[in-house]
T-cell receptor, first 110, second 112 residues
Framework: RKEVEQDPGPFNVPEGATVAFNCTYSNSASQSFFWYRQDCRKEPKLLMSVYSSGNEDGRFTAQLNRASQYISLLIRDSKLSDSATYLCVVKGEGTYKYIFGTGTRLKVLA | DGGITQSPKYLFRKEGQNVTLSCEQNLNHDAMYWYRQDPGQGLRLIYYSQIVNDFQKGDIAEGYSVSREKKESFPLTVTSAQKNPTAFYLC???????????FGAGTRLSVL
C-alpha cells in the first residue's frame, strides 16, 4: 500500500461545478497535511494547509479525518483556471520527510 | 523578491557526464530539499539539508551528490552513476520550526 494515495483522475467538470478529491494516508502518526497545486510543467505551489478542525479559503475547503486517515479538498464554483493537478502532502511530526501523492488531475470545461 | 531560484531551466547531459543543478534561496530558510519528479509519480526525495555543512540521503540518493557550504545554496550534482537521470528536478526550502515547503521553478534534465 502506498503511503499516500490519490485518485489520478482526470476529473472533468463543467465551470461552476463543485468537485471533491480525497487523499488517504497510511501512517497514523502523520501530523501535518497540505494540498499543493501543480500546473503542467511547473513547480508545486501551496494551496492550503489542512487543520484538524477543517479550514476554508474562498472557494476551497479542506478537511481532515484522522479516524479514517484521509484528507479532502472541496472546490466550489469551479473556474477554468482551477484546471491543474492537486497534490496531497503528508508529514510526520518531528521528521524531515514529506510524502507526496501522485496527484489528482482536474480539468474544468467551458 | 524573496524566493528560490533554480538554474538552468533546461539541461542536457551526455553519456558519462556529471552535471550540476543550482538552487539558491534568499528566504533565510534553514532546511533545503531536492526532489525528483517522473511522469505519473509523486515527488521523491533525493537529499535534504537542515543546516549548513550537513545533509542526509533521501529515498533515491544513489547517483547524486550535494553540498551545503552556504545557507543560501544547495547544489545537486547528477553523476554518471545515475543511469536514468531524465526527470524534473525540484528544489524546496522550509523555515526552521515551520512545516510549509516552498519550491523553485525546477530544472528539466534530459539525456542526449
Amino acid at each position: 500500500r502506498k503511503e499516500v494515495e490519490q485518485d489520478p483522475g482526470p476529473f472533468n467538470v463543467p465551470e461552476g461545478a463543485t468537485v471533491a478529491f480525497n487523499c488517504t494516508y497510511s501512517n497514523s502518526a502523520s501530523q501535518s497535511f497540505f494540498w499543493y497545486r501543480q500546473d503542467c510543467r511547473k513547480e508545486p505551489k501551496l494551496l492550503m494547509s489542512v487543520y484538524s478542525s477543517g479550514n476554508e479559503d474562498g472557494r476551497f475547503t479542506a478537511q481532515l479525518n484522522r479516524a479514517s486517515q484521509y484528507i479532502s479538498l472541496l472546490i466550489r464554483d469551479s473556474k477554468l483556471s482551477d484546471s491543474a493537478t492537486y497534490l496531497c502532502v503528508v508529514k510526520g511530526e518531528g521528521t524531515y520527510k514529506y510524502i507526496f501523492g501522485t496527484g489528482t488531475r482536474l480539468k474544468v470545461l467551458a | 523578491d524573496g524566493g528560490i531560484t533554480q538554474s538552468p531551466k533546461y539541461l542536457f547531459r551526455k553519456e558519462g557526464q556529471n552535471v550540476t543543478l543550482s538552487c539558491e534561496q534568499n528566504l533565510n530558510h534553514d532546511a533545503m530539499y531536492w526532489y525528483r519528479q517522473d511522469p505519473g509519480q509523486g515527488l521523491r526525495l533525493i537529499y535534504y539539508s537542515q543546516i549548513v555543512n550537513d545533509f542526509q540521503k533521501g529515498d533515491i540518493a544513489e547517483g547524486y551528490s550535494v553540498s551545503r557550504e552556504k545557507k543560501e545554496s544547495f547544489p545537486l550534482t547528477v553523476t554518471s552513476a545515475q543511469k536514468n537521470p531524465t526527470a524534473f528536478y525540484l528544489c524546496a526550502s522550509r523555515a526552521k520550526g515551520l512545516n510549509i515547503q516552498y519550491f523553485g521553478a525546477g530544472t528539466r534534465l534530459s539525456v542526449l
